[in-house]
Nanobody, 120 residues
Framework: QVRVVESGGDLVQPGGSLRLSCAASGRLRSINVMTWSRQAPQKEREVVATITSGGGADLADSVKGRFTVSLDSPSRTGSLQMNDLQPEDSAVYYC??????????????WGQGTQDTVSS
């Protein structure tokens, strides 16, 4: 079993910053890809950032230039640095880890989500 946990969500004012963390634990050999998604009320789930173990990253146009994603596979941790936050960034943010388990199977695991609220 592999568990993924996000943390760092908070209430911030527009223009503020937050750093979300994602940690994976359990029976895994390595992390292939980390994906950050967000879900706001009455909106479709949106992928905001992905990063591979090799460091290749993709950011959604809506967050490009404001968000930075990083991944440290040996420590099984990643982060999403969010700057210049705006109300439209308010959402539950989810981290997903695509991993190779100790049984040599490849699976994706999702965290429980962390709430980010941007409001004045």
């Amino acid at each position: 079993q592999v568990r993924v946990v996000e943390s760092g969500g908070d209430l911030v004012q527009p223009g503020g910053s937050l750093r979300l963390s994602c940690a994976a634990s359990g029976r895994l050999r390595s992390i292939n890809v980390m994906t950050w998604s967000r879900q706001a009320p009455q909106k479709e789930r949106e992928v905001v950032a992905t990063i591979t173990s090799g460091g290749g990253a993709d950011l959604a146009d809506s967050v490009k230039g404001r968000f930075t994603v990083s991944l440290d596979s040996p420590s099984r941790t990643g982060s999403l640095q969010m700057n210049d936050l705006q109300p439209e960034d308010s959402a539950v943010y989810y981290c997903s880890m695509d991993v190779v388990t100790t049984w040599a199977t490849r699976r994706s695991y999702w965290g429980q989500g962390t709430q980010d609220t941007v409001s004045s």
